[in-house]
């Protein structure tokens, strides 16, 4: 199985803040990376797939790069209904795997 | 617009078995891949299988021989039978849609429904 690791784990920013967030997985997967948003007691948000499409409706703010085994999410001026976990998932082989998770907190 | 419904969870006894449904509407049910992922109590994301627009399927370690997934395109309801419940099957589980794209992407989930077991 592919092995899926996210940093931080967690990290608190400012409104207005340019945020990143890393995934690197144990082997190359090419570009199926995708970033997931949830929120506490919801389900789960597609925001990024193929490492760097923005989902439809999703805000401009996010975005994806990187191929291979290194990619990041970043959020530009961070809002605070971008408080939530994020989690990236390889969808290169089965089973898709998920990253542990990185929770974004506002200060 | 695309809506994933599931019902079945609730509290069972270790050893126990339940059937979770999801219904689905506002897409053609049959195109679509489908899967069920868990979340355990603050825990993180865990895949458990999926089903192709008709009888392939595949599973996670944890579960393979215990979780049987279904669907049943007639209904536009994809479910989950799992039997042989053990403490760390606790969770909440998610329907999902896949991608036509991308069968192991997943664009849509549902609400999740809650199992928990425990004696």
Not at chain 1, 23 to 47: D, E, F, H, T
Not at chain 2, 73 to 81: C, E, V, W
Request: proline residues 4%.
């Amino acid at each position: 199985d592919i092995q899926m690791t996210q940093s931080p784990s967690s990290l608190s920013a400012s409104v207005r803040d340019r945020v990143t967030i890393t995934c690197r997985a144990s082997q190359s997967i090419s570009s199926n990376l995708n970033w997931y948003q949830q929120k506490p007691g919801k389900a789960p948000n597609l925001l990024i797939y193929a490492a760097s499409s923005l989902q439809s409706g999703v805000p401009s703010r996010f975005s994806g790069s990187g191929s291979g085994t290194d990619f990041t999410l970043t959020i530009s001026n961070l809002q605070p209904e971008d408080s939530a976990t994020y989690y990236c998932q390889q969808s290169y082989s089965t089973p898709p795997t998920f990253g542990q998770g990185t929770k974004v907190e506002i200060k | 617009q695309v809506q994933l419904v599931e019902s079945g969870g609730g509290l069972v006894k270790p050893g126990g078995s339940l059937r979770l449904s999801c219904a689905a509407s506002g897409f053609t049910f049959s195109d679509h891949y489908m899967s069920w992922i868990r979340q355990a109590p603050g825990k993180g994301l865990e895949w458990v299988s999926y089903i192709s627009g008709h009888t392939y399927t595949n599973y996670a370690d944890s579960v393979k021989g215990r979780f049987t997934i279904s669907r049943d395109n007639a209904k536009n309801s994809l479910y989950l039978q799992i039997d042989s419940l053990r403490t760390e099957d606790t969770a909440v589980y998610y329907c999902a849609r896949n991608t036509v794209a991308d069968i192991l992407l997943v664009d849509y989930w549902g609400q999740g429904t809650l199992v928990t077991v425990s004696s």
